[in-house]
């Protein structure tokens, strides 16, 4: 019997079912070729969930793996579902190249494409690895190092290469927050996102993480809001297991704010669908 998600009532008493997880990782943190066996149990994770529109998002470093064929394979065995191929491209020195390179040759094959950066000053290690990646943070200034992220942000916005920003206070993950207020800190990385007409995430993965907390947070989202900025939700899955992880939690915190609308993509056009 497929379970059916439960809805999560707002506070004038309209119901949030959450519907779409735009951001997987069917890979892992590995390559490996896209088979049914690799991506069937996303699919039949989907439809146990009440999920009816998933997108994968492999790192581009990982995108020998990606075959465009065994998705349409996937999509024909599962006309229930909306499956979207997509990517995530970031700033990683090394392959984030040849990522790039990737992506424009595919990019008509692609329905969505997300942005993100993983990597700081050390060209060796993702400052969001845990839980190596908080020595980074070690003795520095941390106002200085949000700049320094948002600043990057603001390249990988600015490429016309993605659709929408992963993870966007990703910077936060060890803790470490500034000393200055948050708002001043990512306004012009808002302003340049609602300029380039981009989406940005609203993400349970923090709550796996040391942070314990979602990403974006309350002011950033607060802000996005007022800039007109759309939302995908997402879960950033490393697992079938983890898909959709914490949606109803989602689901309540997206009815505080009075968010009523998620975006989809299909050939990265995006439609906003009520909730």
């Known amino acids: 019997m497929v379970s059916e998600a439960l809805p999560i009532r707002q506070h ?20 490996q070729r896209y088979t049914q066996t690799l991506l069937q149990p996303w699919a ?11 997108a994968f998002t492999d790192h581009d470093r990982y995108h020998a793996g990606i075959d465009f064929d065994e998705i349409d394979c996937l999509r024909e065995r599962n006309p229930d579902l909306r499956i979207r191929a997509g990517i995530e491209l970031d700033n990683d020195p090394i392959h984030s ?4 390179n990737w992506i424009e040759k595919h990019w008509d094959k692609l329905d969505f494409v997300l942005g ?38 603001r ?11 992963a993870h966007l206070d990703l910077i936060k993950i060890h803790g470490h ?15 340049l996102i609602r300029a380039q007409n981009l989406a940005i995430e609203l993400s349970t993965a923090g709550w796996r993480k040391p942070v314990n907390e979602s990403y974006p947070g309350n002011r950033i989202i607060e802000l996005a809001i007022e800039k007109g900025i759309p939302f995908t939700t997402a879960s950033d899955a490393h697992s079938h297991a983890q898909l959709g992880d914490k949606f109803a939690t ?21 439609t906003q669908l009520l909730l």
């Open 250 to 270: 989602l689901a309540q915190r997206m009815a505080s704010f009075g968010i009523q609308e998620v975006c989809v993509f299909q050939g990265h056009k995006r």
């Open 177 to 191: 927050r500034p000393s200055a207020e948050i708002g001043g800190l990512v306004n012009e990385t808002l302003d």
């Open 97 to 100: 190249a040849a990522g790039r």
């Open 155 to 165: 390249e990988i916005a600015a490429t016309g290469l993605i659709d929408c920003l």
């Open 116 to 153: 993100s950066i993983h990597f700081l000053d050390r060209p060796d290690q993702m400052f969001d690895s845990v839980p190596d990646g908080a020595t980074q943070f070690e003795g520095r200034n941390v106002d200085a190092m949000y700049a320094n992220y948002f600043s990057r942000v």
């Open 12 to 31: 004038y008493n309209t119901p949030i079912l959450l519907f779409s997880d735009y951001h997987t990782h069917p890979q892992g943190h590995r390559v």
């Open 44 to 54: 039949d994770s989907a439809r146990s969930l009440g999920l009816t529109d998933i």
